[in-house]
């Protein structure tokens, strides 16, 4: 779906993201987790087209991404970020609208799409009128979500995106996405810091330490075949959550 | 954006409420009763000869005039020989009538014979001072280096104004500085200065007692008054020329004085003083044309408002545009922004008298076009700045969120940046506009009216009552700016912004 090649970013002197390698494979979840700082949210944005890497080449479904192609490319991308990232002079309908409406969508069209989303996501249809101001922070990250899949993308690329939020209204919002993700079965790709929030939503977890992959596999195999020290060293700073998700299918 | 196109109407409108006609003759005037009376007679022939005519009256300095006379923006204004010689023609030989003729000639332009008196500087005091101290010539002022000498500006920067005075009567005054002339008689009366230059002709030596100290030295030249016009009118209006230089010799000091004293004492208007003077002396009957308050403040209002709309609305049109390079090119940021801020440095009164050859070009009109396109330079730099700042104020996550949206660029600015940008943006407007009803007055100084021709009238004839027909509406207006950008705010920022957020 998505491949990384041999990829890496500086920023300046410091290095981002050192010859990553990468395989997106299509209609599973994969997370990136590892400390602040490791390069993760990088990769991300890298695979958007947001950045572009000092070397190396990411593909989308087969195609190099270029800054010629990265507009359109990014339409099938859905990308939901931490705090959201409406846009406040807009209502949560027009957040949601406003590429549907640069294409030209018709009027039923689009309501007809906001109607399933807004289903999905368990977002209450008044809402819509309201700005994002009037909206509590899980609203927004439903709208957020919803703005996502507006264009029924094929990838869905998410940088914590229920890091802004306090721990019960959290923890609804992971079950609610977790059934959304197995609902469409769709490519997505999760940034995380934190290895309960990977292990309960990844099918492959990629951990990264200081711009380089630490491990990628299942989050059984980093719990009982780390590849080196610092994997151990991560898991077990974030041991005493696991207890819990560790027994979740 | 519909609420944009209603904005754009109400700035249109009073762009179309005040078209002007072309008239075929401009008279000017400098900033004095005795100019401004000798032009209204100029006007008043020309009406009597059936030729349209503007006065545009009280301009600021003889330099505002020569350009404008040879840019052809006026046709015609009084003027001092010593002055042409002093001003115009500084260090050049043009000491006799004939070769000062000459030097005008390569501008084309023509100088009629003496009208009859000789309106020179001279030094004056008042009376009662003068005769407690003893001083009675330019000299004696040697003797009293307590006095406080407060000049014209313009006579400050001439040849043969103060310092050249100084020298040759060798004064010891130390901090003598210049001074808006009609405020230094206020000044003298009041005793807060106690001696500065003084027309011969000057209605206020007999108002205010004064007493003018004798030049023993000649160290001023002659000022004859005479009509500078373009030669051209020679053959456009061969019979207002004539009637013109008919005026040569008829005018002489004492019944200049007597002009000078009915408006300024009685409250004459010029324009029935000049018209008197024709009828008695020529036996030609014209109309006087008083003025009438209501009507005048209500054009005033009209011209200050046409100014002030027209430049912000062009300013917006440049700068907004600018502002958004600006955020986007980082190379560019700074010469734009150093540009539009170098522009505000230059003085309003210096960028009026520079603007008006380059003005020109494209308008014959005085006044109005320079104040307009003084005005707009004036508010490119806040709405540059706010626009730039507004845009790069922007958070990074918005900035991502659009761009990871995969929209073409002028999309995202159109839909997203400016919006988010609104209220900044406006707010640099709503700066623009307040600064701006308050520099229009200054287009009083070039003629381009507003409110700023009764302050600039009121402060020559030293009439309040004049100058608050000016200065009350202005300050009106500028509240009232103020409160119409709320409405503005309303109609422009989207309602989104103006929401506290909830948790």
């Known amino acids: ?249 | 954006m519909s609420r944009l196109w209603i904005v754009a109407c109400l700035l249109c409108t009073p762009a179309i409420a005040a078209a002007a006609e072309t008239p075929s003759i401009r008279v000017g005037s400098k900033a004095f009763t005795e100019s401004v009376v000798l032009a209204e007679i100029v006007a008043h022939l020309a009406e009597s000869k059936g030729v349209a005519v503007e006065h545009i009256e009280g301009l600021g300095g003889t330099r505002l005039l020569w350009e404008a006379l040879l840019a052809g923006q006026i046709d015609v204004y009084p003027e001092y020989t010593g002055t042409l010689r002093e001003e115009i023609f500084a260090g050049e030989s043009v000491d006799d009538a004939e070769a000062l003729r000459e030097a005008l000639a390569r501008f084309d332009l023509v100088m009629t014979k003496p009208l009859g008196f000789n309106n020179t500087y001279v030094i004056g005091m008042k009376e009662d001072l003068a005769a407690e101290r003893g001083i009675r010539t330019i000299r004696d002022l040697r003797d009293h280096p307590d006095l406080i000498l407060r000049f014209s500006n313009e006579f400050m920067m001439r040849a043969d104004g103060w310092h050249a005075l100084a020298r040759r009567y060798h004064l010891p005054h130390a901090d003598v500085r210049g001074l808006e002339h009609a405020l230094a008689y206020e000044a003298l009366d009041k005793g807060v200065i106690h001696v500065t230059d003084l027309y011969a002709t000057d209605a206020k030596v007999r108002k205010l007692r004064l007493c003018r100290l004798r030049d023993d030295a000649s160290h001023f030249p002659n000022y004859d008054a005479v009509y500078l016009y373009r030669r051209e009118l020679e053959t456009r209006t061969p019979g207002l020329v004539s009637a013109i230089r008919s005026l040569e010799g008829w005018i002489d000091e004492d019944r200049m004085m007597d002009m000078n004293v009915r408006v300024e004492l009685d409250g004459w208007p010029e324009s029935r003083v000049a018209a008197g003077f024709l009828a008695e002396t020529r036996g030609i009957d014209t109309r006087s044309r008083d003025p009438r308050w209501f009507r005048d403040v209500v054009r005033y209002t009209v011209e200050h408002l046409h100014m002030v709309v027209l430049s912000l609305a062009a300013a917006m049109l440049v700068a907004i545009p600018l502002g958004v390079v600006a955020a986007n090119r980082e190379n560019l940021a700074q010469p734009i922004l150093g540009l539009v801020g170098i522009i505000q440095t230059i003085p309003s009164i210096a960028l009026l008298v520079l603007l008006i050859r380059p003005v020109s070009y494209f308008s014959d009109e005085l006044g109005f076009p320079q104040a307009v396109v003084a005005l707009f330079l004036y508010s490119l730099l806040p709405i540059v700045r706010n626009t730039h700042a507004g845009l790069r104020g922007i958070s990074p996550q918005l900035r991502e969120s659009s761009l990871a949206l995969g929209l073409p660029r002028w999309v995202r600015l159109w839909r997203i940046e400016l919006p988010l940008a609104s209220r900044t943006i406006l707010a640099g407007v709503k700066t623009a506009a307040v600064i701006n009803v308050g520099f229009a007055t200054l287009g009083g100084f070039i003629g381009a009216g507003g409110y700023g021709e009764p302050i600039f009238t009121g402060i020559r004839l030293n009439n309040y009552s004049v100058i608050l027909q000016g200065a009350v509406p202005a300050a009106l207006l500028a509240l009232l700016v103020q409160g119409g950008f709320e409405f503005v705010d309303w109609l422009v920022v989207p309602r989104g912004l103006r929401l506290k957020p909830s948790g």
């Not at chain 1, 299509?26 to 572009?52: A, D, E, F, N, Y």
Request: aromatic fraction near 6%; proline fraction near 6%; charge should be neutral.
């Open chain 1, 1 to 249: 779906m998505i491949q990384l090649h041999d990829i890496s970013k500086r920023y300046g002197s410091a290095c981002a993201v050192q010859n990553v390698d990468l395989d997106v494979a299509p209609g599973r979840t994969t997370v990136l987790i590892g400390p602040s700082g490791c390069g993760k949210s990088t990769l991300l944005r890298l695979m958007m087209g947001l950045i572009r890497p000092d070397a190396g080449t990411v593909r989308f479904e087969g195609q190099a991404l270029t800054p010629a192609n990265a507009m359109q490319l990014r339409r099938k991308m859905g990308y939901v970020i931490q705090d959201g990232g409406l846009f406040p002079h807009l209502t949560a309908r027009d957040n949601c609208t406003l590429v549907a409406r640069y294409l030209s969508w018709s009027r039923d069209r689009m309501e007809g799409r906001l109607r399933e989303l807004v289903e999905l996501t368990h977002f209450p249809s008044e809402g819509l009128n309201r700005y994002p101001a009037q909206l509590s922070g899980g609203q927004r990250q439903r709208v957020s979500l919803m703005r996502a899949l507006m264009l029924d993308p094929d990838v869905l690329l998410m940088d914590e995106p229920l890091g802004a939020l306090d721990p019960m209204i959290r923890r609804n919002l992971q079950e609610e996405l977790r059934s959304v993700f197995r609902a469409l079965g769709k490519t997505v790709v999760m940034v995380t810091h934190d290895l309960a929030e990977a292990g309960y939503f990844g099918d492959a977890i990629v951990l990264l330490r200081r711009g380089e992959i630490a491990q990628a596999g299942s989050l059984h195999e980093l719990l009982h075949a780390p590849a080196d020290p610092f994997v151990t060293q991560f898991v077990n700073a974030q041991r005493q959550p696991l207890v819990v998700s560790e027994g979740t299918p």
